[in-house]
């Protein structure tokens, strides 16, 4: 039996939210092509069910105890820590999330350092190797992307990251189209330590109701908006109300931006951009939720909410530590 922590670590837009929706089999982290989209730690649970035995494989190993008698493996519990992306920070905010990320390279059992394949090598990518040259965690690198570059193009990543550090192993994916991903997990569970199971077999995730109320709001915020917008914009949800199962759930949240000229980029002309947003946002919590939503929004401007410590812990945006 194997349990344990395995942290997904990277550069912004390295696919780590993706992988790890991929993996649990539904959405805990939101996606979006914007940098730092993720914005603190989010935690999904994945209890792997005893694997068949064949019996040739009985036959090698004749140490294995009852479960293999039965013709199963038992397997185990994966906690998979999906961690912002790796970044100069800029801000208070920034700060808290490249600190989390690096807290949770030492925190682990396994790391999984993930790396976009299908963009040229860049200094974040040397910055990302040199912070794990004192690392002693068993590191599997996630070549992720190989569904956007040709095949040939992949042996050489592969040869120049295998000089680059000492990887316990390396293996391409797609998050996207869940190529290997199969493999990796397989890999993730080797290497893990043997234990009991760390949380309740019906836990999924550290993170509440209400952070996930807001994510998806943003979500629909990055999907919709200009490109310059996504790094000051955060969603504070002022009420969450879903006592009575009789009527719809009721959603109030405030989007934040820093500047004056940035809320009617949110508001749209005569309020059609925020209608979108929260048509949007409504229909994926109802999904979410099985039950009717009323949401609604209002946005509001905030200068300098990124570096405001109680605003940050408001929304979610974690201390490392904490």
Not at 81 to 103: S, Y
Request: with cysteine.
């Amino acid at each position: 039996m194997k349990s344990g922590f395995v942290s997904f670590v990277g550069r912004p837009n390295a696919g780590k939210s993706t992988l790890l929706n991929r993996i649990i089999g539904q959405k805990l982290a939101i996606v979006s092509d914007k940098p730092q989209t993720t914005r603190t730690r989010v935690i999904g649970v994945k209890n792997y069910p005893p694997s068949p035995l064949t019996a040739a494989t009985a036959r090698q190993v004749p140490s294995l105890p009852s479960a293999a008698t039965s013709g199963q493996v038992a397997q185990g519990q994966v906690v998979f820590v999906d961690t912002p992306g790796v970044h100069k920070p800029t801000h208070r905010m920034n700060v808290r999330m490249v600190d989390v990320a690096l807290e949770a390279m030492r925190e682990v059992d396994v790391l999984t350092l993930m790396l976009d394949v299908s963009v040229k090598p860049g200094p974040g990518d040397r910055h990302m190797l040199e912070l794990m040259k004192d690392v002693t965690t068993p590191t599997i690198l996630a070549l992720n992307k190989i569904d956007l570059i040709a095949k040939p193009k992949l042996l050489p990543i592969i040869d120049q990251y295998r000089h680059a550090h000492p990887f316990v192993e390396i293996v391409p994916i797609s998050a996207v189209d869940g190529t290997n991903v199969d493999t990796l997990e397989r890999l993730i569970l080797q290497y893990l330590p043997e234990g009991e199971p760390i949380y309740p077999a019906d836990y999924l995730t550290d993170q509440t109701e209400r952070f996930y109320v807001g994510e998806i709001v943003r979500e629909q915020v990055l999907q919709h908006t200009h490109d310059e917008l996504p790094f000051s914009t955060a969603v504070v949800v002022d009420k969450f109300d879903d006592a009575e199962h009789d009527r719809p759930m009721q959603l109030y949240c405030t989007i934040l931006v820093d500047r004056e000229s940035q809320k009617p980029i949110v508001v749209g002309k005569g309020g059609a951009m925020i209608k979108t947003i929260g048509t949007a946002a409504r229909l994926a919590l109802e999904e979410h939720f099985e039950r009717r939503v009323f949401l609604d929004l209002h946005v509001k401007v905030k200068s300098e909410w990124r570096d405001d410590e109680r605003l940050l812990d408001q929304i979610g945006v974690q201390n490392a530590g904490r």
